[in-house]
């Protein structure tokens, strides 16, 4: 067997391994809130999450056009398959170390950081789209910073409509609206996430010419939007427990807020092919709600530490990519 193809299978592997963890990893973006507040039952929250992600990721292939393009041209790479096994290698070891310790990091930030490592060390710093890479960044950047801002004006609204009805009603009513909120999450986090295997898989396509585009072939998205469901069905308790209760409170018609937020913050991003977190969204989505709530309910230093999480995640992931890289090419 050609050694090309045997590497290419290895990357396809590894990309639907990424993707499957990233299921499960970010299982919680949908269905923590409705959990936490007993909308749903955690074996039902999952199935729907888990449906929801497969119909989003059929939907759509713009960010996965973007996350296969933006940071390097896969064409001009004599050893972008071996770049890929590096990224996805490192990308997978901080998802799973992070979904350890129930830490709600972004698989975004994981992958995007570990391919820049990647490209940097195997193919040195003029082949890293430096312009599409800033990009990127700062769609991540600024995405929960907008998640939070309508998340907080979701909630005052929300207050101000329903002052004078009682807590009870209102809560009661907006449980059964978090089934339609945990589904929208669920579908646009299969918009976004499941497109990001998409792309690595055609990036390696493209450099090993069996294809000449970035279009994505169709046996890649039903591969990546399985492999997105399958780890979506396994669920991830431990960054459900974090999500869900120990933020703040969540009461449903917080979670409802918190989920139409990140959803619209979300599917705004795979309309304009922008490859986003969906942790970092419904995060601060929360954190804008339970501010607006009160904003004393809000476990701040459990916020600071996710944050923190955050901002060291592209810089880890990159180094380790590079290591890697170095050890095994």
């Known amino acids: 067997m050609d050694t090309s193809l045997i590497i290419i299978l290895i990357v396809i592997f590894l990309a639907l391994a990424f993707d499957f963890i990233n299921g499960f990893h970010d299982t919680a973006n949908a269905i923590a809130t409705s959990v936490s507040t007993r909308a749903l039952k955690p074996r039902t929250a999952i199935i729907l999450a888990a449906v929801m992600n497969f119909v989003?990721?059929?939907?759509?292939?713009?960010?996965?056009?973007?996350?296969?393009?933006?940071?390097?041209?896969?064409?001009?790479?004599?050893?972008?398959?071996?770049?890929?096994?590096?990224?996805?290698?490192?990308?997978i070891i901080w998802n799973l170390i992070t979904w350890w310790f129930g830490i709600p990091t972004s698989s975004s930030h994981a992958l995007?950081?570990?391919?820049?490592?990647?490209?940097?060390?195997?193919?040195?710093?003029?082949?890293?789209?430096?312009?599409?890479?800033?990009?990127?960044?700062?769609?991540?950047?600024?995405?929960?910073?907008?998640?939070?801002?309508?998340?907080?004006?979701?909630?005052?609204?929300?207050?101000?409509?329903?002052?004078?009805?009682?807590?009870?009603?209102?809560?009661?009513?907006?449980?059964?609206?978090?089934?339609?909120?945990?589904?929208?999450?669920?579908?646009?986090?299969?918009?976004?996430?499941?497109q990001k295997a998409m792309g690595i898989i055609?990036?390696?396509?493209?450099?090993?010419?069996?294809?000449?585009?970035?279009?994505?072939?169709?046996?890649?998205?039903?591969?990546?939007?399985?492999?997105?469901?399958?780890?979506?069905?396994?669920?991830?308790?431990?960054?459900?427990?974090t999500m869900g209760t120990k933020i703040f409170k969540i009461e449903p018609v917080n979670g409802f807020a918190a989920d139409l937020s990140?959803?619209?913050?979300?599917?705004?991003?795979?309309?304009?092919?922008?490859?986003?977190?969906?942790?970092?969204?419904?995060?601060?989505?929360?954190?804008?709600?339970?501010?607006?709530?009160?904003f004393s309910a809000v476990k701040w230093g459990v916020a600071g530490r996710i944050v923190i999480a955050w901002f060291i995640t592209i810089p880890i992931v990159a180094v380790l990519a590079g290591l890697i890289y170095v050890i095994l090419f």
Do not use: C
């Open 56 to 91: 989003g990721a059929m939907m759509f292939t713009g960010v996965a056009k973007t996350i296969g393009g933006s940071v390097a041209d896969p064409a001009k790479l004599d050893n972008g398959l071996a770049i890929l096994v590096a990224t996805l290698l490192a990308a």
């Open 112 to 194: 995007i950081g570990a391919l820049a490592g990647a490209v940097f060390v195997g193919a040195g710093s003029e082949n890293l789209n430096w312009g599409g890479f800033i990009t990127i960044i700062q769609g991540l950047i600024f995405s929960p910073l907008i998640a939070f801002v309508i998340g907080f004006v979701v909630m005052h609204i929300l207050k101000w409509i329903f002052a004078k009805r009682s807590p009870h009603t209102v809560n009661k009513g907006f449980r059964s609206m978090q089934v339609v909120t945990a589904s929208i999450q669920a579908f646009t986090h299969g918009t976004n996430d499941a």
């Open 202 to 241: 055609t990036f390696a396509l493209v450099t090993a010419n069996y294809q000449d585009t970035m279009d994505v072939p169709l046996w890649v998205k039903v591969a990546a939007a399985t492999a997105m469901a399958l780890g979506t069905s396994v669920g991830g308790w431990k960054i459900i427990k």
């Open 262 to 294: 990140a959803a619209s913050v979300i599917f705004g991003a795979t309309l304009f092919h922008l490859p986003v977190s969906t942790t970092h969204a419904i995060t601060s989505a929360i954190l804008g709600v339970g501010s607006a709530k009160r």
